[in-house]
């Protein structure tokens, strides 16, 4: 299992699944990322936080935590 956390950055990767529940997880389904969808890794800061995606054609600063949340393949 790796987790958007994990990727490098210029890797496209495609969600498989969302972990966590309840808040957390309808945050993060609201910013867009969503089963299915395809994640660009723009940017990772230099201690991993944040992670800079593109999602659906605009960009997106993911904490860590949230990161580690979304399954990816």
């Given at each position: 299992m790796r987790t958007l956390r994990q990727i490098s950055c210029g890797e496209t990767v495609k969600v498989r699944k969302l972990h966590g529940e309840g808040a957390i997880k309808r945050r993060i389904m609201d910013m867009g990322i969503t089963k299915g969808v395809d994640?660009?890794?723009?940017?990772?800061?230099?201690?991993?936080?944040?992670?800079?995606?593109?999602?659906?054609?605009?960009?997106?600063s993911l904490r860590k935590a949230d990161a580690e949340m979304v399954e990816v393949e």
């Open positions: 994640v660009f890794v723009k940017k990772v800061a230099p201690l991993g936080d944040p992670v800079e995606v593109t999602v659906r054609g605009y960009e997106l």
